[in-house]
């Protein structure tokens, strides 16, 4: 049968939709079948995931939105994300796909004083 | 071409995601110090062109040569991202009305949404395997929430969980549905419209559901 979703994906506009799901399921289920060792996963996992991952997009853009210099300039920057990743324990895990960015020479220069430092002992 | 580590708990860093644009590149003296292990990659860059480090991975093969199903065929593992409209339409709505986004926060806030399910579910997965089950369910969703710090989203979860075993429930004799265990008897009432976008076409129009439970029965 065809995955008639597939045309729907990207609509969450349908009238009667309000309390729905805004995200494409299909595509939910194929980032969790790219995990390994995953074979199968039921109707209900995989609404609660698409679910799941609403409220985790909402929550965080608003506490990145909150704690960055949003609340200055009204607006969430990539940096905003950085440092909630690193300053929020829950958010934690994404720290190693949203470095902060420096500009290549500073890294240049920490990298030396880090070798410094490493020589004292 | 970026590196970018996604995935990450059990996936290696692979090669450059298409679609993002990225010129600059240090070049290879930095890796001396790139001593970290598959995870933590470059910045993005794309216009910024600040901070990039080349990841050293010869020995890691290619994205494409995972030993998963086949679902890899038309799609690269780090471009599995979830649309960048709809990720943005819910960031848009979290925010205060007139803030704005900027468009590389989107990128990414697009790509830690694929590290989120993926978190996720290799946590559920594991769980499933140690219960000697093949199929994740529900349950082992909530729980992988709850152990990795996402507690937070359980109650509120499970009351979507409910709604939407109730739609389920008032489609009887659609086989292949899985209800887990039964919940309350009344069906929807009309404030009620949860059916995600995926499953039904039209308000109302309840006989797509039928295509979706069965594709999801593999």
Known sequence: MKMSQNSSDKDDQSPGNK???????????????SSPDVSSINQEAL???????ELFVQHLAVTSFNNGSGKETNSLSYSDLANTAEETETFHFLTDILPKKILARDYLQSLEEMKEEDADF | WLFRSHFLSNHRVSASSAGRSEPTRIPSSMDADNSTTDASQLGIAGEYGHYV?????????GMNDHDDSGIKENFREQ????????VARI??????????????????????????????TSEASERCHQEKRK??????????????????YVEPLKLYLQKFRETLKGEKGMPGVTLGDGVGDELAD??????????????????????YTTSYQQ
């Open chain 2, 91 to 120: 960031m848009k709505n979290a925010v205060p009305t007139t803030g704005k986004i900027a468009k590389d926060a989107k990128e990414c806030v697009q790509e830690c949404v694929s590290e989120f399910i993926s978190f996720i």
């Open chain 2, 79 to 86: 471009d599995i991202y979830l649309p960048i409209a709809n």
């Open chain 1, 19 to 33: 309390k729905g799901i805004s995200l494409p399921i299909s595509r939910v289920r194929l980032i969790m079948k």
């Open chain 2, 135 to 152: 199929t994740i369910n529900g349950e082992d969703i909530l729980f992988a929430m709850s152990t990795l710090g996402f507690d937070m």
């Open chain 2, 190 to 211: 009309e404030s009620f419209t949860p059916l995600p976008a995926g499953i039904i076409t039209a308000d109302g129009q309840q006989q797509n559901v039928m295509v």
């Open chain 2, 53 to 61: 480090l080349q990841s050293q991975d010869e020995g890691e093969e």
């Open chain 1, 47 to 53: 609404f609660l995931t698409t679910k799941a991952t």
